[in-house]
């Protein structure tokens, strides 16, 4: 079975965007993209909440047409790009560059989607992460931090009564700093 895996980046304190939804404080160098590309290029489909499908495709879908684009971003732009999409949204009326909108979160439609063959489920937006977690629907958590304290801003985990354990799969450092926490769900096989 298909894994849900949410990938964010989050601030030393905590946020995933400052208070103005700002990420300009994201520390992603060439090593960091291309650590990217690897780990999505493999993925199954992306699925993302509307803002986060916005801010992507306004961006995405022609980046690597300008020459200042480097190489890993303009890897990116294709992944991107030729990835089926899943956009959960009430509001959104169309969508392009291979991509399904999806009214609700309906656990039942998350499980038969999970059940299909193909690779693993790109979860992205902390909204979005949130109805995930509500439903306990995330296997794995690729939790990115940065160097950085911002001071604002809205965190990645909201409050909540739930708890779910997890088991430390793996760590890494990159050069710029940001640190990789890859956890699972406690319980979970271990691959290999």
């Given at each position: 079975m298909r894994k849900i895996i949410l990938m964010m980046s989050v601030s030393l304190d905590g946020f995933f965007e400052g208070p103005d939804r700002e990420i300009d404080w994201h520390l992603v160098?060439?090593?960091?993209?291309?650590?990217?590309?690897?780990?999505?290029?493999?993925?199954?489909?992306?699925?993302?909440?509307?803002?986060?499908?916005?801010?992507?495709?306004?961006?995405?879908?022609?980046?690597?047409?300008?020459?200042?684009?480097?190489?890993?971003?303009?890897?990116?732009?294709?992944i991107w790009r030729d990835m089926p999409k899943i956009v959960y949204s009430r509001t959104l009326k169309r969508a392009d560059w291979n991509t399904t909108i999806v009214r609700d979160v309906v656990?039942?439609?998350?499980?038969?989607?999970?059940?299909?063959?193909?690779?693993?489920?790109?979860?992205?937006?902390?909204?979005?992460?949130?109805?995930?977690?509500?439903?306990?629907?995330?296997?794995?958590?690729?939790?990115?931090?940065?160097?950085?304290?911002?001071?604002?801003?809205?965190?990645?985990?909201?409050?909540?009564?739930?708890?779910?354990?997890?088991?430390?799969?793996?760590?890494?450092?990159?050069?710029?700093?940001?640190?990789?926490?890859?956890?699972?769900?406690?319980?979970?096989?271990?691959?290999?």
């Amino acid at each position: 079975m298909r894994k849900i895996i949410l990938m964010m980046s989050v601030s030393l304190d905590g946020f995933f965007e400052g208070p103005d939804r700002e990420i300009d404080w994201h520390l992603v160098d060439d090593e960091l993209h291309r650590h990217f590309n690897d780990q999505l290029r493999t993925m199954g489909a992306f699925l993302h909440g509307r803002f986060t499908y916005e801010l992507m495709a306004e961006f995405w879908p022609t980046a690597d047409a300008d020459p200042s684009t480097t190489a890993p971003m303009a890897e990116f732009a294709g992944i991107w790009r030729d990835m089926p999409k899943i956009v959960y949204s009430r509001t959104l009326k169309r969508a392009d560059w291979n991509t399904t909108i999806v009214r609700d979160v309906v656990v039942d439609e998350v499980m038969t989607l999970k059940s299909q063959p193909g690779g693993d489920l790109a979860l992205g937006g902390a909204d979005l992460a949130a109805t995930f977690m509500e439903h306990d629907l995330i296997d794995e958590y690729r939790i990115y931090i940065h160097p950085v304290l911002i001071g604002r801003g809205r965190p990645l985990f909201p409050t909540s009564d739930a708890r779910t354990t997890l088991r430390l799969a793996e760590t890494r450092a990159f050069g710029n700093g940001v640190v990789l926490l890859r956890y699972e769900r406690a319980g979970a096989p271990s691959p290999g």
